[in-house]
């Protein structure tokens, strides 16, 4: 049967339902993220428009899908990272390259499953071929939970570098978020994110396991894993 992987945001698909029906396509596999459940009620506008963007497009996925006799699968993962290109664990590597520590609020013990993106990958593919994952939603967490001061330390080991974990107050998160702003490559930073160090984000995979074989690794840095 025809197959389709998006892996775009997913909000995008929608642009692509015509060609996907033209294509003769029997299932469609989509990557969202845990983030439409992390990022709602956020204290940053920006992240609470992206919680909101995927909400409303897996819905439009799934109705569209429906109405046209399509399977579907959507995919939630949780902190990507790999191959240096992510913008989660490769953002802090850049950071601590560039200054040489790396900012934490209070004790950031919020929990975390950072999951590779061959990872992903695979279960992206498993997804497209098993039965049983039709019409289904799945979370994607990684194979390990850590504290979130723990993730930080291994990035520093990948880079290998001494940990140089500083803990600031949020006023100081604040501002200096609102000066790193003014350079692209921190332009989507937020205060919100420093608050989440303290939050466990964790997700379930087990439907997955169950459904189409997942089976992540643990956070296992390497140095191919951050930006050179």
């Given at each position: 049967m025809g197959c389709?992987?998006?892996?775009a945001p997913i909000w995008v698909l929608p642009e692509y339902f015509s060609l996907i029906e033209a294509s003769g396509a029997r299932r469609v596999v989509a990557l969202s993220s845990t983030s439409r459940f992390t990022k709602?009620?956020?204290?940053d506008t920006a992240e609470n428009a992206i919680a909101a963007k995927l909400i409303d497009a897996e819905a439009r996925v799934q109705a569209w899908a429906e109405r046209r006799g399509i399977e579907w699968v959507v995919l939630r993962p949780t902190l990507i990272y790999g191959q240096g290109q992510d913008k989660n664990i490769s953002e802090m590597a850049r950071f601590i390259r560039r200054f040489g520590f790396f900012p934490l609020l209070s004790s950031a013990q919020g929990l975390r499953q950072p999951i590779h993106a061959e990872d992903v990958a695979a279960a992206c593919v498993a997804a497209l071929q098993a039965p049983g994952?039709?019409?289904?939603?799945?979370n994607l967490s990684?194979?390990?939970t850590l504290a979130y001061r723990e993730m930080v330390g291994r990035v520093f080991a990948a880079l290998g570098r001494p940990?140089?974990?500083?803990?600031?107050?949020?006023?100081?998160?604040?501002?200096?978020v609102a000066m790193?702003?003014?350079?692209?490559?921190?332009?989507?930073w937020s205060a919100a994110m420093a608050e989440r160090m303290n939050r466990d984000l964790v997700f379930d995979h087990a439907d997955a396991?169950?459904?189409?074989?997942?089976?992540?690794?643990?956070f296992a840095l390497t140095a191919k894993d951050v930006p050179r």
């Open positions: 389709w992987i998006c892996v709602v009620g956020s204290g994952a039709a019409n289904r939603a799945y990684g194979g390990e940990a140089r974990l500083v803990t600031v107050p949020l006023w100081a998160f604040r501002l200096a790193l702003r003014r350079l692209p490559r921190y332009r989507h396991a169950r459904d189409f074989g997942f089976k992540p690794r643990g």
